[in-house]
C-alpha cells in the first residue's frame, strides 16, 4: 500500500517568513496530494490540493508543488501569520476508481514566533 | 449545510464495553470514511463505505464494525473496547466526481480505562 513519508515534525518560523513542509510518497499510481490544516481540537481542514497532471498550484500565500518523478510534494506558506500556527498533514490517494481513502503523513507542527 | 457531524465529542469507556459512534453528513456525498488519529501520528484509515449498503475495511479495521444504511449514517462501533483503542476517531465524506475534496467532522475522543 501507500506510504507517506512528512518532514519536518516540528518548525517554527519567525512570522512574516516563509515556511516549508516536505512529503514523498511511494505509490507512483497515486495521483491526488492534499494538505489539510488542523487547529487544537478540531477535524482537518483542507487548505489546498494537487493532482498529478499538474507541478504546481497556488492559493494567495500558499502554494503546492509535486515532483512525480521524485515521488515528492511541498507545501510553502510565505508571508507567515500567527493564525497560521497549527499542525499541517499531508496525504496521498489514487483516485481513479478505488475508495480506500487517504494515506497521511505523521504531521507537522507550525509554530510563528511573534 | 451542518456539514459533517459526530457525537458523542467525548467519551470513556471501561475495557470490555461496547459503544458506537455517530456520524452524519447532510451534503448527499456517497462517500464516508472512518480514520483514527493516534498522539503524534497521522490518521489511519479503519472503514470505508461508497454508497449505502456497501462497506470494506481500511488499513487499521480489527475491533471495529460499521453499516451504511442510509446516505446519511455511518455509524462506527465497538464490539469489546480494549486500551488500543483510545484514540481521536474522525468521520468524512466526499463525493465522487466533485472536487475529491473530503470533508471532516469535528472528531470524537475515545478513552478506554
Known amino acids: 500500500g501507500e506510504n507517506v513519508e512528512q518532514h519536518p515534525s516540528t518548525l517554527s518560523v519567525q512570522e512574516g517568513d516563509s515556511a516549508v513542509i516536505k512529503c514523498t510518497y511511494s505509490?507512483?499510481?497515486?495521483?491526488?496530494f492534499p494538505w489539510y490544516k488542523q487547529e487544537l481540537g478540531k477535524g482537518p481542514q483542507l487548505i489546498i490540493d494537487?493532482?498529478?497532471?499538474?507541478g504546481e498550484k497556488k492559493d494567495q500565500r500558499i502554494a503546492v508543488t509535486l515532483n512525480k518523478t521524485a515521488k515528492h510534494f511541498s507545501l510553502h506558506i510565505t508571508e507567515t501569520q500567527p493564525e497560521d500556527s497549527a499542525v499541517y498533514f499531508c496525504?496521498?490517494?489514487?483516485?481513479?476508481?478505488?475508495?480506500?481513502?487517504?494515506?497521511f503523513g505523521k504531521g507537522t507542527h507550525l509554530i510563528i514566533q511573534p | 449545510n451542518a456539514g459533517v457531524t459526530q457525537t458523542p465529542k467525548f467519551r470513556i469507556l471501561k475495557i470490555g464495553q461496547s459503544m458506537t459512534l455517530q456520524c452524519t453528513q447532510d451534503?448527499?456525498?456517497?462517500?464516508m470514511y472512518w480514520y483514527r488519529q493516534d498522539p503524534g501520528m497521522g490518521l489511519k484509515l479503519i472503514y470505508y463505505?461508497?454508497?449505502?449498503?456497501?462497506?470494506d475495511k481500511g488499513e487499521v479495521p480489527n475491533g471495529y464494525n460499521v453499516s451504511r444504511s442510509t446516505t446519511e449514517d455511518f455509524p462506527l462501533r465497538l464490539e469489546l473496547a480494549a486500551p488500543s483503542q483510545t484514540s481521536v476517531y474522525f468521520c468524512?465524506?466526499?463525493?465522487?466526481?466533485?472536487?475529491?475534496?473530503?470533508?471532516f467532522g469535528p472528531g470524537t475522543r475515545l478513552t478506554v480505562l
Open positions: 468524512a465524506s466526499f463525493r465522487d466526481g466533485g472536487s475529491n475534496e473530503q470533508f
Open positions: 451534503m448527499n456525498h456517497n462517500y
Open positions: 505509490d507512483s499510481a497515486s495521483n491526488y
Open positions: 494537487i493532482r498529478s497532471n499538474v
Open positions: 496525504a496521498a490517494r489514487y483516485s481513479g476508481g478505488g475508495a480506500d481513502g487517504l494515506t
Open positions: 463505505s461508497v454508497g449505502a449498503g456497501i462497506t
